[in-house]
């Protein structure tokens, strides 16, 4: 019985000595790929502005809101909180290089114009503007007649 036990011991202290520890490797920092054209998409609500850039396969790059930006209540909605969303976005995406875009714009918000006025003053080049913002075509459904 003594030689099983000694066996054991000698079993389980092999794995101990070869468990060594293992150091993380570090990820080099990534390289921003170069844009030069991106897709802008502006949502204007009553209550705040999201700006999201994404390249030409839809893929987000950068995105601000002005909630994001420190604007609180009904401030959120104005006009000048979507220029500061537009200026956060832009410093987001300068490593990459972008020059030109198109403007998509959903929403009937007050920050729409505010948000299109910034890209202009922002010396990009604004290639379209298009407005994207759902529409009824035959409204909703009438109620049911009331049995009586």
Not at 12 to 21: D, L, V
Not at 51 to 63: E, M, P, Y
Not at 73 to 99: F, I, Q, R
Request: positive net charge; hydrophobic residues 35%; contains cysteine.
């Amino acid at each position: 019985m003594s030689e099983e036990n000694v066996k054991t011991t000698e079993q389980t202290a092999a794995p101990e000595e070869k468990k060594k520890s293992a150091k993380p490797r570090k990820k080099g920092a990534k390289a921003a790929k170069q844009l030069g054209h991106a897709n802008v998409y502006i949502q204007a609500t009553y209550n705040n502005t999201i700006v999201s850039v994404a390249d030409l396969n839809g893929n987000v790059v950068a995105w601000s809101t002005a909630g994001h930006c420190g604007f609180k209540g009904p401030k959120k909605a104005t006009p000048y909180a979507a220029s500061v969303v537009v200026k956060n976005v832009l410093e987001k995406v300068n490593d990459y290089g972008v020059k030109d875009v198109s403007l998509f714009v959903t929403g009937i918000g007050q920050g729409r114009e505010g948000a299109i006025r910034a890209f202009n003053t922002n010396n990009l080049n604004v290639i379209s503007i298009k407005d994207v913002t759902p529409m009824p075509h035959n409204g909703c459904r009438k109620p049911r007649a009331r049995r009586l």
